[in-house]
């Protein structure tokens, strides 16, 4: 061929097709949603960039009857994108069985189709293949509907599944990507029987479909990791990036330290304020504590009211994670305790209370249904809530344990030693000392 030529349309929207394949299984292949689009992406374009040069040939080649088997794997494939979007997605009340048996028919049709094309190669290619290129002639004979009928019914239900995954009201991400499929499928599937100008045609605007809802759906999803990002640390993040999500949420048995922070005076300040005026202060109480646990690489577990759990070394273990808490608690302390000055009002006062404890604690995902929940479990945690509670505006009490781990780091006269006192859920009194400020308020 010159090389000079200009390319055939059919051969640039093979390509097309298999670059995406590509692109989304070196993106995504440990996502089973991810796989079954790049097979049925690549199969497609198997067939495409094989499948035209065909047309007006008068003998086909022996190789020719196997591409019957890649429109086969284009429409499991597609089918079995739709399968696994819809089992991500929380049903509720509904039942999803029958959705799926008629994805799963939809498949059979497919392998049908395959069957009857390896059997029948001639019929496929001269009777059903652009059939309506010849007057539609084609559509009056048995070899047109051999092919056509899986074809058909495969599309339907493409639809069908879709429609009853819209039904469950999934997100809006899911949303725009499960319209987006459903619209792209008669554009790949009718375009079997167009001829090639208008194929090729239908298929790039299937194609282009496709690709216009996975970007609006990346790019929505891509939002609110960065916008979920900024209750992480950076060194979870990193993880994530490195190691991937299933890493950083495996469960695991890790030595930490649990920082509780809690507003003083919040309840009688809520009843006295408007909501307006009560949520202004929630927004900045916890954008000035983030920034500081962002400082420290903490890990925000729970925003809770006025009250904020805090992780450091998990999911990702921290050496030095008892005295790094010590300087967090200290930033968290002077910087809520000034913006709390400029919210009281009146004789409605805010403060801040903080507790500190380290120990062994159980860390990882939970399924809760319709989403993961992050859990942290372990005496630590129940008694940094606890010291949390006992603290007076101004306080950080801190456990002995985390003192223990700090050795040297911490300067005794910023220690104030108190009595050992009773803690529900310890049966023995626990020690503890309250950290004096080191960072102007």
Not at 318 to 335: N, P, Q, T, W, Y
Not at 340 to 359: F, K
């Amino acid at each position: 061929m010159d090389p000079l030529s200009p390319v055939p349309p059919s051969t640039l929207l093979a390509i097309l097709a298999v670059g995406m394949a590509a692109a989304f299984w070196s993106a995504d292949r440990g996502s089973p949603t991810s796989r079954a689009l790049a097979i049925g992406l690549a199969a497609m374009g198997i067939s495409v960039g094989f499948g035209f040069p065909l047309n007006g040939r008068s003998e086909l080649p022996e190789w020719s009857r196997w591409l019957a088997l890649a429109d086969m794997l284009s429409i499991i494939g597609f089918l079995e994108w739709i399968v696994r979007v819809r089992q991500q997605v929380s049903v509720g009340q509904l039942d999803p069985r029958f959705g799926d048996r008629v994805l799963r028919v939809g498949q059979l049709a497919g392998v049908f189709y395959g069957i009857a094309g390896m059997l029948w190669p001639e019929q496929r290619v001269y009777e059903f293949l652009g059939a309506l290129g010849g007057g539609g002639e084609a559509t009056h004979r048995a070899g047109f509907w051999l092919f056509a009928a899986p074809v058909l019914f495969a599309i339907l239900s493409a639809a069908a599944g879709g429609a009853l995954f819209l039904r469950r009201r999934p997100d809006r991400p899911e949303q725009i990507r499960a319209i987006g499929y459903m619209i792209a499928t008669p554009f790949l599937g009718f375009a079997m029987v167009m001829p090639e100008g208008l194929a090729v045609i239908s298929m790039a605007v299937g194609l282009l479909l496709i690709l216009t809802a996975t970007m609006h759906y990346l790019v929505i999803q891509g939002q609110r990791g960065e916008f979920m990002a900024r209750f992480l640390s950076r060194r979870v993040a990193e993880l994530v990036r490195d190691r991937g999500l299933q890493h950083a949420m495996r469960e695991n048995n890790l030595e930490l330290t649990v920082v509780c922070v809690d507003l003083r005076g919040f309840t009688a300040y809520s009843q006295a304020q408007t909501s307006v005026q009560v949520v202004a202060v929630l927004r900045e109480y916890y954008q000035v504590a983030c920034e500081v646990v962002a400082r420290y690489d903490g890990t925000i577990k729970d925003l809770a009211g006025d009250g904020i759990l805090i992780l450091i070394g998990a999911p990702l273990p921290v050496e030095d994670h008892a005295a790094r808490s010590l300087e967090m608690a200290d930033g968290i302390r002077a910087a809520v305790s000034r913006a709390a000055q400029r919210w009281s009002e009146g004789g409605q006062r805010l403060g801040v209370g903080i507790g500190i404890a380290s120990g062994v604690v159980t860390v990882g995902a939970i399924d809760a249904g319709e989403r993961y929940e992050y859990t942290a479990v372990g005496p630590a945690v129940n008694l940094a809530s606890r010291l949390c509670e006992e603290a007076a505006d101004g306080e950080v009490l801190t456990a002995a344990r985390t003192l223990e781990l700090c050795g040297q780091a911490t300067q005794p006269q910023r220690l104030e030693p108190r009595p050992a006192m009773r803690v529900k859920g310890f049966p023995e009194p626990v020690v503890h000392h309250n950290l004096r400020c080191a960072v102007a308020a």
